[in-house]
């Protein structure tokens, strides 16, 4: 009954023995495929935070120099303006201020010709222009000349002036779309910064409570394996009585069959004698 008793125990721990082997084999390969998730160096978790957080940063950081650009550039903007502003002022106001004058020369020469031709039309003389006609018509042309100098800088500065309100308009609506995508990309970035930390801390969790299952099924595989070398000795020590006691009960049978030889031997010796005897 021990004996089989320590069969029995054996197949059954053998069994178990086996099925601890295999778990702590599939948690081994559950482990390994954990650290490649969460360390691997170029597609792990960690790795991937690292690269989002530094992706984060830079566009932070781009936002920040696109934005302190865009201030300067507007306040350019804004210095080119007044100037230019400035100069279209003083421009027009010269340009008004000879008009002025060369329109009121231009009176003065007419009322001047007017006067010196009726004078020789009463002294019956040809009405020739007057000795100064020639000196105020070249200052009026001159004066033609300097106004349409000044009109083409002032009508070039107002189109200085445009093309610049055009341009910044122009910047800043690209520096708006730029923040716009920018924003966007921050969003993101943080969303999946926001994720990745999540899944990290799920899977390190999980990684511990392999470890944990691991060393468990380790500790119990031990205890099996004890268990099954404490039996076997028991196996073995069982084995060795039961043999022994084979051999005691053999060398008994062998024995009694001697012994029953011998007997019948005698009686059939007896009875030939007695057989003998009567005849």
Not at 1 to 11: T, V
Not at 42 to 59: M, N, R, V
Not at 173 to 196: I, P, Q, R, V
Not at 221 to 249: N, P, T
């Amino acid at each position: 009954d021990n004996l089989n008793w320590c069969n029995s125990e054996r197949e059954e721990n053998d069994a178990d023995l086996s099925d601890k082997n295999t778990q702590i084999d599939t948690l081994d390969g559950e482990i390994e495929t954990l650290k490649t998730t969460i360390d691997d160096p170029e597609t792990g978790l960690k790795a991937q935070i690292k690269s989002t957080e530094e992706s984060l940063i830079t566009c932070v950081q781009t936002q920040k120099t696109e934005t302190k650009d865009r201030v300067e550039a507007n306040l350019m903007y804004q210095g080119d303006i007044k100037n230019l502003v400035a100069a279209e002022a003083i421009l027009e106001k010269a340009v008004k201020a000879l008009k002025k004058y060369y329109d009121k020369l231009a009176e003065q020469m007419a009322a001047e010709a007017a006067f010196m031709q009726a004078g020789r039309k009463r002294m019956h003389e040809d009405p020739a222009p007057p000795e100064t006609y020639g000196s105020f018509q070249g200052q009026s042309e001159q004066g033609n000349s300097a106004i349409g100098m000044l009109e083409f800088i002032l009508t070039s500065t107002q189109k200085e002036e445009t093309e610049a309100h055009t341009d910044e308009e122009n910047a800043q609506h690209a520096y708006e779309d730029s923040m716009t995508t920018l924003k966007d990309e921050e969003s993101g970035l943080e969303e999946s910064l926001a994720e990745l930390q999540k899944t990290l801390a799920e899977k390190e969790e999980e990684l511990l409570m392999k470890e944990e299952e691991h060393k468990k099924t380790t500790k119990d595989r031990d205890a099996v394996e004890a268990y099954l070398e404490k039996i076997g000795r028991a196996h073995a020590e069982l084995q060795s009585h039961s043999d022994l006691v084979c051999r005691l009960l053999l060398e008994k049978k062998k024995k009694t069959t001697n012994t029953t030889k011998k007997k019948k031997n005698t009686t059939q010796k007896k009875n030939k004698n007695i057989n003998y005897i009567h005849t």
